[in-house]
């Protein structure tokens, strides 16, 4: 059984940081591109930022420089380290990992991170 399960969200100021964490099982997760993907309410859940499994890293433009995405094989975790937070960042966070090659997609359960003052 496949598991994605994460932590770190919760309320930080605006300029704050915070680190979210994807813990992986019933998968190698190295194989696999991991992303952080985030739905606001009212909106649809929007990419921020994958890890292929070569380690090449993609982000929606409205985070660059501000959020880095990284993966310990070793812990089959993936983290998103999330900089100069701003109010626009509040959304619930989904780890997801994907292989297409075998039409394999996986979500986590969510974690809220809300910035506000």
């Known amino acids: 059984q496949v598991q994605l399960v994460e932590s770190g969200g919760g309320l930080v100021q605006p300029g704050g940081s915070l680190r979210l964490s994807c813990a992986a099982s019933g998968i190698i997760s190295s194989r696999y591109t991991m992303g952080w993907y985030r739905q606001a309410p009212g909106k649809q859940r929007e990419l921020v930022a994958t890890?292929?499994?070569?380690?090449?890293?993609n982000y929606v433009d409205s985070v660059k420089d501000r959020f880095t995405i990284s993966r310990d094989n070793a812990k089959n975790t993936v983290y998103l380290q999330m900089n100069t937070l701003k109010p626009e960042d509040t959304a619930v966070y989904y780890c997801n990992a994907a292989r297409w090659v075998i039409a394999a997609n996986y979500w986590g359960q969510g974690t809220q991170v809300t910035v506000s003052s």
């Open positions: 890890v292929s499994s070569g380690g090449t890293t």
